[in-house]
């Protein structure tokens, strides 16, 4: 129980309630990102509904739900609930939520092939299962956009089964990359950037039916990410939970959400862990140590983030490369308009040029279609949903390392880029826009503000 959750004293908290039979119906897991938060609400689900030696019924014990005492589930519980959980095909379990599981999915997948066992195997099926989760038939019903989906996610079932039977060398390296390149098309094509109000009435009324086994549990990640009226909804039912049913609810940032919502949630805190700690779950989950080749050494994000089709690395000087283009675009319509520079123009330009020159892009570029080729082309066409979240992240970071002498000013020139980058993730992340045209209205959004900044 909770064995794989390594370095988080939430674990040994969560494990004495349930053995104390005091879990509290809504919980609150929180924490910065790659704490454990997932693994262990996914965990607090097999435990939920063992019924193997730990469980409820194999005691004999009165079905009470998390109220009863004597949870103990190992994790390698025969028992065939435990077995579902394991690979999250069990019914009473449902999962929703914006994320991106894109690094998640090509780690898993590079355990599998590397070792070819049936833990590879097991870690990669789960990773999968996580974004195929979202796309339950009980969050979706009535939705069109799923049976525009529904190919997909078909192939991706279909493949998976052939994967498990596959023999090892080509036809399974030839599984895993096709699983992965589907894989990322769901998460970019079907997933947003906020909860839908309509999932959480749907998940909702799910939790109100009779489990199929002992207990069911609800997990919401990205708790955060929710419209007024989504998180009038959730209220209703924190409110009021049935009694055959638990809700977790993740977050990386506590402080986003209502104080409504929190008031009626036990809260966990999962800490980021030591180095040390990180680097042993790098070397258990994922079989790799700092001296293999990828950054294991550098902590569990970073060592994720090294398996994206793009990484990080390559992110930082595509942001510099178009903050430039962008800045020498103000101050070429500046000089037309007969004005001198508007403040931040030339520093921007000054620090983000040279970082953008040294990764091999060149100079800046006055032309906008060539700035979104350019980009398009470095990031890989932001197949990964969160490159694009990340390159505006980085374009970000850019804009305010330009600043090097205190100015009055620059709360007001960062808040122009914040302001239209915020816009840019939502018209992807939330309305589907092609990032390429997310692009196209930044650069002109931008460069027009900055033209009148003073």
Not at 278 to 287: H, K, L, N
Not at 347 to 357: H, Q, T, Y
Request: charged share 25%; hydrophobic share 40%.
């Amino acid at each position: 129980m909770f064995e794989n959750l390594l370095g988080q004293s939430a674990a040994d908290r969560l494990r004495e309630d349930a053995e104390a039979g005091l879990l509290a119906p809504s919980m609150l897991f929180f924490g910065p990102p790659a704490t454990g938060k997932g693994t262990a609400a996914l965990e607090l689900g097999r435990l939920l509904s063992c019924q193997g030696e730990g469980g409820i019924r194999a005691k004999g014990l009165k079905a009470e739900g998390p109220r009863a005492k004597g949870l103990k589930a190992p994790w390698n519980c025969p028992c065939t609930s435990c077995a579902s959980h394991r690979q999250l095909l069990h019914p009473d379990l449902l999962l929703m939520g914006p994320r991106s599981f894109s690094a998640e999915i090509a780690a898993s997948s590079a355990v599998f092939l590397k070792e070819g066992s049936p833990q590879g195997y097991i870690l990669f099926i789960r990773a999968l299962r996580k974004l195929l989760c979202r796309f339950s038939p009980v969050l979706w019903e009535d939705d069109t956009k799923l049976s525009r989906l529904n190919p997909l996610l078909q192939s991706l079932e279909e493949d998976m089964e052939s994967l498990e039977v596959a023999e090892e060398g080509k036809d399974r390296e030839k599984l895993c990359a096709a699983l992965i390149k589907n894989a990322l098309k769901l998460e970019s094509e079907g997933m947003g950037d906020f909860i839908p109000v309509a999932q959480v009435r749907r998940a909702a009324y799910w939790g109100r039916l009779a489990p199929s086994g002992r207990q069911k549990l609800l997990v919401i990640e990205s708790a955060d990410r929710m419209k007024d009226e989504a998180r009038n909804s959730l209220l209703k039912i924190l409110e009021e939970p049935p009694e055959r049913l638990n809700i977790v609810l993740l977050t990386a940032r506590r402080e986003a959400v209502l104080p409504t919502l929190l008031s009626r949630l036990r809260p966990y805190r999962f800490v980021k862990r030591e180095p040390r700690v990180e680097a042993e779950v790098i070397r258990r989950v994922f079989r790799e140590n700092a001296e293999d080749g990828r950054p294991a050494g550098s902590g569990l994000v970073a060592y994720l983030d090294s398996f994206l089709p793009v990484p990080p690395e390559k992110i930082y000087p595509l942001a510099a490369f178009f903050a430039a283009s962008v800045a020498l675009g103000a101050l070429n319509t500046a000089r037309r308009r007969g004005r001198e520079a508007p403040p931040g123009i030339l520093p921007l330009g000054k620090f983000a040029a040279p970082i953008a020159r040294e990764a091999g892009l060149g100079e800046p570029s006055g032309d906008s279609r060539d700035i979104i080729s350019r980009v398009m082309e470095g990031a890989g066409g932001f197949e990964a949903r969160s490159l694009f979240s990340g390159f505006l992240r980085a374009l970000l970071s850019v804009v305010a390392g330009a600043w090097t002498e205190p100015d009055a000013r620059r709360i007001g020139f960062n808040g122009i880029w914040k302001k239209h980058a915020g816009e840019a993730d939502a018209a992807v992340g939330t309305w589907n826009q092609q990032p390429a045209l997310a692009l196209d209205r930044l650069i002109t959004e931008i460069k027009g503000a900055m033209t009148e900044f003073g």
